[in-house]
């Protein structure tokens, strides 16, 4: 990402932020969210057009905006706020909570509502699920818990945990491929029938190596992927390629985060704070991550 001055200078009013919107949206010219064609579209103000296909708005046509069928529906927020706010929570390496985003936009003591900057950021992490391919290479597979320590559990009572499904413990398993990218999402437990679904919805099955640890669980991937298993609790932490050592890296990044800015999370919002670090870590090297996101947002 480009630094704040530059953005703010790439976005100065909110005309600049709708030719931009508009621009992600529809790359081959104007569509009608609600019927998807582009014929018997006419423009009837500035960012604002009418639908004239009899099948899709009637007699009077369908109107639409810029604005319509995205996140930025159904509120009076300027699109220059919504952005600005996406330029922060890209560029947080380690997460940055409503709060001290609503501080760098609006100074210490301002009369703005704090709620509208906390919407905001929620539609954002929200908007940023991103599709990611089947992943192939190297992968590692792991989950972790999220609100205590069973982290660092053995392995037993870390799975006597997961069975009796603690309230206040959430667990969240990824994916990732080694110099690649990321998949992770809370799931509802860790038994076999959830991991390995997870698996292979995210795995590709040309797979080079899946290195997980020796959670039981895991069991049924060597069926038919080429699986190893590294035994952290015989004290094994890297066996040649079979270690889990990357996605423990995204693991603790993503922890220290959720502590460092945002302290406590509800199982409510954790899935919207995986996506952000997901996000984040999948466009880490994406020169056009910002664009992109308005593209996924408005479609
Ligand atoms: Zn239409």
């Not at 995204?250 to 952000?276: A, M, T």
Request: hydrophobic share 35%; charged share 25%; with cysteine.
């Amino acid at each position: 990402m480009e630094t704040l001055s530059a953005f703010d200078r790439r976005f100065p009013t909110e005309e600049s932020c709708k030719d931009f919107l508009a621009a992600q949206r529809w790359l081959d010219g104007v569509r009608c969210p609600r019927c998807n064609r582009k014929e018997k579209v006419y423009a009837i103000k500035p960012y604002q057009w009418r639908c004239r296909n009899a099948d899709c708005g009637g007699r009077n046509g369908y109107k639409f905006s810029v604005i319509t069928h995205t996140i930025f529906q159904d509120t009076k927020i300027e699109l220059k706020l919504w952005f600005r706010i996406a330029y922060f929570i890209l560029t947080a390496k380690k997460g940055m909570s409503a709060l001290q985003v609503h501080r760098v936009v609006f100074g210490e003591d301002s009369g703005h509502d704090y709620r509208t900057t906390w919407y905001i950021c929620q539609r954002w992490r929200a908007a940023m699920k991103g599709d990611v391919m089947p992943l192939t290479g190297e992968v590692e597979v792991d989950e972790t818990f999220v609100g205590g320590k069973a982290h660092n559990m053995h392995a037993s009572r870390r799975k006597a945990l997961a069975l009796t499904g603690t309230k206040n413990k959430i667990a969240v398993i990824g994916a990732i491929a080694r110099k690649g990218m990321i998949v992770a999402k809370v799931i509802e437990n860790t038994d076999t029938a959830k991991l390995d679904k997870f698996v292979r919805q995210t795995v590709s099955k040309d797979v080079k190596l899946v290195a997980t640890d020796e959670h039981s669980e895991y069991r049924l991937l060597g069926a038919d992927m080429n699986h190893h298993v590294v035994r952290h609790s015989a004290g094994e932490y890297v066996v040649g390629t079979t270690h889990t050592n990357t996605i423990e890296g995204f693991w603790s990044l993503f922890k220290r985060g959720i502590i460092g800015s945002y302290h406590k999370v509800s199982k409510e919002y954790l899935p919207l704070y995986v996506n952000e670090f997901a996000w984040r870590l999948n466009n880490r090297k994406n020169s056009n991550a910002f664009a992109d996101l308005i593209a996924t947002c408005s479609n």
